[in-house]
């Protein structure tokens, strides 16, 4: 983004995208349960959304760029019709933000054709879409979702099944990415073999229901039944459900972020709550970092349940200190540049019944350029705030996401440039405190079986990085 108003829009870091995918017979209307999914995944990606229809072996699409409810009507899911359907909400961490980057991509081969929705980034993206164009393919988009479409095309013609070359494709491709492949007869459901992206099934009257969350299942009235295991692939077809596992058994490594932030409040991932995660992270910041103060708020949203656990575990009040305003998309007037000093408040505004006179401890979720955090505190110390100490559920990021999330070069990063006592003091903070790294699997109650992915806290990253990569993060790029 341009200026330093679109910036504090853009503070908070974004999720790849979400998917969605319903396999049945007809009874259960795909493109509405489609759509109430991705509703309840608006949150992972606001830029664009699709919904891709499989009728009999014919498949139809409409996407655009949007909202879920800006992009959709009834009269659009009524010409959708089918028995399967495959959706996808997303924002753009590789590949611009485009139309023709949208998803699900509607693929047309050899074979016949095929609809893809992923969730995540390719680490080797670049080298693989190079040598896609020297044997002659032509790229529609600049996603790396492409890139995998090419690949699983490419095996389906040399195997007998579309489930066997998604097994080859992960073979070949390297990084983060749940995906759902829809061909005429089957929906295939993939997760990476550390499992960075959440993957879930359930089931509806005799549907087989994928998602990236458990909230999207929730929203659609389906059932849930498993997370789908890292490495493993699903197949649904007329026979039912089947596993292919000969990907599984990596090192686990989902995404913490997932937890902290990016999930909805409601999900479950891989059997972990992330209420209580979040409530969790809370209950470690008052233990880590305790201070005498009047009352705990929130920046909302993700920021809130954690504010719930600090109050818990202290035994200071926890009340409503700051209102959102839920009506803001994606697109706002730009004020001018004696305005933009004001500009938080067109988001965010504090209730000054409940902090004036107060000493605040005041919880959000990360501070990634500090870019906001400053301009919060001296909201509410405009509102009469006597105090305002600043707790961070996450520890500092000092490394860039190659795996799906926007985390900026480490330039960018303000904790790479200033230790945590001065982000404090440009926060205008009384106080401050980080989650420490080392509590992290504690923030999870030690549920995560076989461990999840740190890299943008510690550098060790899960998956192979190339220096290719590494270098065009620390120029700012962002891959493809």
């Known amino acids: 983004m341009g200026c330093e108003f679109e910036k504090f829009f853009d503070e908070k870091l974004h999720e790849e995208c979400g998917v969605f995918g319903i396999y049945g017979d007809g009874s259960v209307n795909p493109s509405y349960a489609c759509y109430n999914g991705l509703l309840a995944l608006q949150h992972r990606g606001q830029e664009s959304c699709g919904i891709a229809v499989n009728d009999s072996g014919v498949i139809k699409a409409h996407k655009d760029m949007g909202l879920v409810s800006e992009v959709f009507n009834n009269k659009i899911l009524e010409k959708l019709s089918g028995q399967k359907a495959i959706g996808h909400t997303r924002y753009s961490t590789a590949g611009g933000s485009l139309r023709e ?59 007998h099944s579309v489930e066997e070359a998604v097994k080859r494709t992960m073979y070949q491709i ?38 990236s969350e458990t909230c999207a299942l929730d929203a659609c009235g389906a059932e849930f039944v498993r997370d789908i295991e890292p490495g493993e692939i699903v197949v649904a077809d007329k026979d039912g459900i089947r596993s292919l596992k000969d990907h599984c058994g990596q090192k686990k490594a989902v995404c913490i972020f997932e937890y902290i932030y990016f999930a909805r409040t409601d999900s479950i991932i891989d059997g972990i709550g ?22 705990v708020i929130g920046v909302p949203e993700s920021g809130i349940d954690a504010a719930i656990g600090y109050s818990e575990q202290s035994g200071i009040p926890y009340e409503k200190g700051i209102v959102k305003n839920n009506y803001i998309g994606r697109t706002f007037i730009k004020p ?35 870019t906001t955090c400053d301009r919060i505190v001296r909201m509410l110390r405009e509102a009469g705030a006597k105090e305002v100490h600043l707790r961070i559920s996450s520890p500092p990021f000092m490394w860039p996401c190659y795996y799906g999330i926007d985390i900026p070069s480490r330039e960018e990063l303000i904790a790479c440039n200033h230790t945590v006592e001065e982000i404090g003091k440009i926060a205008g903070a009384d106080s401050i405190g980080f989650l420490p790294v080392e509590c992290l699997s504690e923030m999870l109650m030690d549920k995560c079986r076989g461990g999840y992915c740190h890299g943008c806290f510690t550098g060790d990253y899960s998956a192979p ?6 270098a065009g993060k620390e120029r700012g790029g962002l891959g493809i």
Not at 110 to 134: D, F, Q, S, Y
Not at 185 to 191: D, G, Q, V, W
Request: charged share 25%; net charge positive.
């Open 101 to 159: 980057n949208s998803q699900p991509l509607v693929m047309r081969y050899k074979k016949g054709v095929m609809a893809i929705a992923h969730n995540g980034n390719l680490t080797n993206a670049v080298e693989l879409r190079r040598e896609l164009e020297h044997r002659g393919a032509i790229f529609q988009t600049t996603i790396d979702s492409e890139v995998i479409a090419y690949i699983v095309a490419r095996e389906r013609i040399k195997t």
């Open 174 to 211: 390297e990084g983060a990415y749940s995906l759902l492949v829809m061909s005429p007869t089957k929906m295939i459901a993939a997760r990476d073999p550390y499992g960075f992206k959440p993957l879930v099934m359930g089931k509806m009257d005799g549907a087989y229901v994928f998602a």
């Open 274 to 295: 992330v209420y209580e995660a979040r409530k969790q992270a809370g209950r470690i910041l008052a233990r880590e970092f305790p201070v005498e103060a009047d009352l």
């Open 336 to 370: 001018s540049q004696k305005e933009r000093s004001s500009s938080v408040r067109i988001k965010l505004n504090p209730l000054i019944t409940s902090v004036k006179g107060k000493r605040v401890v005041m919880i959000d979720d990360s501070i990634v350029r500090g």
């Open 465 to 470: 990085i190339t220096q290719k990569m590494l």
